[in-house]
């Protein structure tokens, strides 16, 4: 089982990102996803998640505006298309996947995302 994220790197004030999480060895289409967090010194947090067929979304209300989730089952892979990107959107960013399309967006025990699958994370940073 793999989750590889991508897509991170260094980009100023106001620009964009496309993050991709690409899956393996589970049946990607049996699984929600979501993304999380973690800045320097902070708790990770949830950002977005996006269900098994992707009709459905929800995003941590200070990027839904900003971020779009979207997956592609036939490709094993998810995007999170950041606009508008500020530096407190800086932190390494992990994909993760469940079973179950769990809307706490928390990564802490009930939370299914606590026992899913994870990824490695890539990093973003915004800065001028």
């Known amino acids: 089982v793999q989750l590889q994220a991508s897509g991170g790197g260094l980009v100023q004030p106001g620009g964009s990102l496309r993050l991709s999480c690409v899956a393996s060895?589970?049946?990607?289409?049996?699984?929600?996803i979501a993304w999380f967090r973690q800045a320097p010194g902070k708790e990770r947090e949830g950002v977005a998640c996006i269900s098994r067929s992707g009709g459905v979304t929800k995003y941590k209300a200070s990027v839904e505006d900003r971020f779009t989730l979207s997956r592609d089952n036939a490709k094993n892979t998810v995007y999170l298309q950041m606009n508008g990107l500020s530096s407190e959107d800086t932190a390494v960013y992990y994909c993760?996947?469940?079973?179950?399309?769990?809307?706490?967006?928390?990564?802490?025990?009930?939370?299914?995302?606590?026992?899913?699958?994870w990824g490695q994370g890539t990093q973003v940073t915004v800065s001028s």
């Open positions: 993760a996947a469940s079973p179950f399309f769990d809307l706490s967006l928390s990564d802490r025990e009930p939370s299914t995302w606590a026992s899913g699958y």
């Open positions: 060895g589970f049946n990607f289409g049996d699984y929600a």
